[in-house]
């Protein structure tokens, strides 16, 4: 991947070049590269770029990397969502989520918030990118505090920090943004916040959906269930592993 693009080929187009040389500047270029990833800076912050969803989303270290498992809250959106909802995507750093479920529904109104103005501006460039930022209204918001106090969702999402502060991390972590992963001595502060402020402005019936470490899904439950949601579930991953926490705002 970093010979490819130190080459500003495709992998196939590399792959299809591999019995000629390397040109001296290229291997410069790449020497460079190999020595950042040597410091355990995440190929995606080297090259700019990470697949989600089969898009390819532009990543600077001002946003969380997109994940795999991530994938499976567009899944459940896209899923669960009526036809012309209003989904909100709280915290939307490089806007993957928003713009995976925008590409594949254009009958939604899709907003997406983030508290860092530097976020947003990679996540307007990837919706541009994909053609949906005509579709997705950006606003700079600490989860609920700068959207319009009328505003009501038929479903949101989030993928928000939920890494304890004292908990250890691979090296590669340490070069993503705290305040996308930290997030309280438990890792749940966020969640505290965010299910409240959610169930206050669900549409009646309206679903709420976030992403959590493996070993929260009962703390995060009791938050959901604590605020009188509904149905509340949990998801697990490809892994196995609990990931999501799905609950539904009462009819009335």
Known sequence: MLLANASGLERAGLFA????????????EFDTLIARRARREPVAYII??????????????????????????????LKRAPPGARVLDVGTGSGCI???IAVRRPDLRLTACDVSSA???V????????????RIDFVESDLFG????ESRWDVVVANPPYVADEEGLAPELAWEPPGALRAGPDGLSVIRRLVPEAAARLAP?????????????????????CEGLKQ?????????????????????
């Open 146 to 149: 700068g959207l319009a106090p």
């Open 98 to 100: 928003a713009i995976a």
């Open 17 to 28: 070049r591999l019995r000629e040389d390397v040109a001296a500047g290229v291997l410069v």
């Open 123 to 134: 996540a307007i460039e990837n919706a541009r990118r994909h053609d949906v930022d005509e």
């Open 48 to 77: 700019g770029e990470k697949e989600f969803y089969s898009l390819a989303f532009r990543v600077t270290h001002d946003c969380l990397i997109p994940r795999p498992e991530t994938e499976l809250l567009v899944d459940e959106a």
């Open 232 to 252: 509340v579930a949990v998801q697990s991953d490809l892994s196995g592993l609990p990931r999501l926490v799905v609950a539904v705002c009462a009819e009335s």
């Open 205 to 225: 019936g309206g679903t709420l959906m976030f992403e959590i470490g493996s070993a929260q899904a009962q703390a995060a439950v009791s938050v959901a269930e």
């Open 119 to 121: 976020a947003l501006a």
